[in-house]
């Protein structure tokens, strides 16, 4: 496939956007994989890659005989769903696929989740399946919005409790079922690393709300959507990988928790505000606060009894010690946010 047959004329078919923040080598992958699968595929494809004033130089891409074909768009960093509505106002396409820059696209996606748009008018906004660099599931499709029940369970442990006993269940304050992965199905909402959606979702609602920086952008998003009578589904059949965190440094349990914690914990607060309410948003803090000193006494016992009784599970001890020390420093890192953070931003 030539330069010239990406450099596409109106009408679109699909709006490809791509926000970049220090991101360069992913980027250079991701666009060579959606290259790849627009080849063949007879659709007119357009790709808007915004840049979020990345240290990197990422424009010094356009313009080259492989790049030639983006349409390229630097704009100040007022967070992730900000840039996303500068691509979103350029794009001219009928359907629009938001793309993270750390993803690569297998073959065959974009024209399956084009032709599964264009049978089910039904849908606004369809996720494919998304894994881990290693091959391994994420979690990218909710069965339920956040709210109290969901961030007691959360930071309590409950959690990871209900979910193994009750693996292929939907109850209230369960967010996903890592089981019910393997099946398309209508959800509340997706993992924002990959959305196709409908051009009229978009004329209906609009786009992002901009006072998320980052973080729930994407669940207040398609709440909205939800309100507005759209469909929202996860679809396994095709499948995009994720690797993980490029432009915010984040990894699970990763030590500096504090610097995440800065961007996601008012995003979470300024969700259950908005929807919810003061009340609300009160109760899910303290689900926060007061889960956190929960766990960590509750992390206390099982570290007592692990080493305790060592002789009974000796080759596993080190293993259940760290797994442990990730889960503590995690909650530690939260109870102190809140003492430290939380008058600075509400």
């Not at 596409?8 to 250079?28: E, M, R």
Request: glycine share 8%; net charge neutral.
């Amino acid at each position: 496939m030539n330069n010239e047959q990406l450099i596409i004329k109106a009408p679109v078919d699909i709006s490809i956007i791509i926000v970049g923040y220090n991101c360069k080598k992913h980027l250079i992958d991701c666009l060579r994989t959606v290259k790849e699968d627009i080849g063949g595929s007879g659709l007119k494809v357009e790709v808007i890659v915004v840049d979020n004033s990345s240290n990197e130089e990422i424009n010094d891409l356009i313009g080259q005989g492989d790049y030639g074909w983006l349409e390229f768009v630097r704009t100040e960093n007022r967070g992730f769903g900000a840039a996303n509505n500068v691509g979103l106002k350029m794009a001219k396409g009928k359907y629009f696929f938001l793309l993270n820059p750390d993803t690569a696209v297998e073959k065959g996606v974009i024209k399956y989740l084009f032709d599964y748009l264009e049978k089910n008018n039904w849908v606004g906004v369809a996720g494919p399946k998304l894994v881990f660099g290693d091959g391994s599931l994420q979690i990218s499709a909710f069965d339920n919005y956040p709210g109290v029940i969901s961030a007691v369970l959360e930071n309590t442990l409950l959690d990871r409790v209900f979910y193994w006993l009750f693996p292929q269940t939907i109850y209230p304050g369960k967010l996903f079922s890592k089981k019910m992965h393997d099946r398309k199905r209508e959800v509340a909402h997706l993992m924002g690393a990959a959305m196709f959606m409908r051009r009229e979702v978009y004329d209906q609602i609009g786009g992002f709300d901009e006072n998320f920086f980052m973080y729930r952008e994407e669940t207040d998003w398609q709440y909205r959507m939800k309100q507005a009578g759209w469909k929202i589904v996860y679809n396994p059949e095709v499948t995009v990988t994720h690797f993980e965190g490029c432009s915010t440094g984040e990894a699970r349990f990763k030590k500096d928790w504090q610097r995440k914690l800065d961007m996601y914990l008012p995003s979470v607060y300024r969700f259950e505000k908005k929807w919810g309410g003061t009340v609300k948003m009160i109760l899910v803090i303290m689900a926060y606060f007061l889960g956190s000193i929960w766990t960590l006494l509750v992390l206390g016992v099982i570290w007592l009894i692990n080493n305790i009784f060592a002789w009974v599970m000796n080759e596993k001890r080190q293993e259940i010690n760290r797994s442990i020390g990730d889960i503590a420093i995690y909650h530690w890192a939260l109870i102190v946010w809140h003492v430290r953070y939380l008058d600075r931003w509400f």
